[in-house]
């Protein structure tokens, strides 16, 4: 069973930074595809971003540019650095993981076996 914790939630400014980290333990998660969704108030879940087992990564268009996600070398470890926040950025964030993440799927959030609890990231003036 793997376990997802992420850290790194809190209050900025617009066109402020914020970086998000997960951390996975348990099972064989170096082998996992790691990503990032998102949740405001009375939406849906939406995919942010996706780093999949052989590298390759994907954003959705409304973060591309803007944020950049990255992952140790250890793979146990998965970031969302966040630049130029804006207040429509405003959501939870959750970390996910998955073993058999097919590309046509990266932005179903039913593809992803495992999640986090969710961070909290406010942008506000």
């Known amino acids: 069973q793997v376990e997802l914790v992420e850290s790194g939630g809190g209050v900025v400014q617009p066109g402020g930074s914020l970086r998000l980290s997960c951390a996975a333990s348990g099972g064989t998660y170096r082998n996992y595809a790691m990503g990032w969704f998102r949740q405001a108030p009375g939406k849906e879940r939406e995919f942010a971003a996706v780093?999949?087992?052989?590298?390759?990564?994907y954003y959705s268009d409304s973060v591309k540019g803007r944020f950049t996600i990255s992952r140790d070398s250890a793979k146990t470890t998965a970031y969302l650095q966040m630049d130029s926040l804006r207040p429509e950025d405003t959501a939870v964030y959750y970390c996910?993981?998955?073993?058999?993440?097919?590309?046509?799927?990266?932005?179903?959030?039913?593809?992803?076996?495992?999640w986090g609890r969710g961070t909290q990231v406010t942008v506000s003036s």
């Open positions: 780093i999949r087992k052989n590298g390759a990564i």
């Open positions: 996910v993981a998955d073993s058999t993440l097919i590309l046509s799927q990266i932005r179903n959030p039913g593809a992803y076996d495992y």
